[in-house]
């Protein structure tokens, strides 16, 4: 059965901190995986990545995929109390259904002042 | 660019009744798919339309319904609620051939009692 895993489930940091937010997958035929950020209702799309090795960032943000080892991290450096929310990541395969979106749990991320 | 608009923003429902929730796509999109998210995990893919036909399901069980309209708007429908059901219904919008980055519109949250 496919599966997204998420690590941690939770984690408390101070303004300034760096975090690294983790995702690991096994899915067959393996298509793209994307990151969002859910802070209320409405996930916000990231990051979306394909090939292994190229980082993509954006500000602060930044994303790596390793398709050899099934895995991505998200890395977001000097955290502000903005960043608190709820980051998901998704994989899209295409076994059953076409461009389905098979997403973690989330990791659940507060930023103290 | 006019984003995901979904509707109603919050729902009450009693056990065995029926709902039918609304989304518009974000202007220039043709693919809808529609996910349930229950309180502390990751989103769940229900359904997804393209061309006004359903175009790959998840692991739902038929009283969960679709259609999407020539303006490739949506509604989700649901049948014989159970208290299950309770949860955010997320609706995202993609255009085919565009990359497949999925936008989310805010959510409907549905509630059986």
């Known amino acids: 059965e496919d599966k997204v895993v998420q690590s941690p489930l939770s984690l408390v940091v101070h303004e300034g901190d760096t975090v690294t937010l983790n995702c690991s997958y096994e899915?067959?035929?393996?298509?793209?995986l994307l990151w969002y950020k859910q802070e209320k209702k409405a996930p916000t799309f990231l990051f979306m990545l394909t090939s292994s090795g190229i980082e993509k960032k954006s500000g602060r943000l930044s994303s790596i995929l390793d398709k050899k080892e099934l895995f991505s991290i998200l890395n977001i450096t000097a955290t502000q109390t903005g960043d608190s929310a709820i980051y998901l990541c998704?994989?899209?395969?295409?076994?059953?259904?076409?461009?389905?979106?098979?997403f973690g749990k989330g990791t659940k991320l507060s930023v103290k002042p | 660019e006019t984003g995901v608009t979904q509707s109603p923003t919050h729902l009450i429902k009693t056990r065995g009744q029926q709902v039918t929730l609304r989304c518009s796509s974000q202007s220039g999109h043709n693919t809808v798919s529609w996910y349930q998210q229950a309180l502390g995990q990751g989103p769940q893919f229900i359904f997804q339309y393209y061309r006004e036909e359903e175009n790959g399901r998840g692991n739902f069980p038929p009283r969960f319904s679709g259609l999407q309209f020539p303006n490739y708007s949506s509604e989700l429908n649901v049948n014989a609620l159970e208290l299950d059901d309770s949860a955010l219904y997320l609706c995202a919008s993609s255009r085919v051939g565009g990359g497949n980055e999925q936008f989310f519109g805010p959510g409907t949250r549905l509630t059986v009692l």
């Open positions: 998704a994989v899209e395969a295409r076994v059953r259904s076409q461009g389905n979106l098979i």
């Open positions: 899915v067959t035929n393996f298509r793209s």
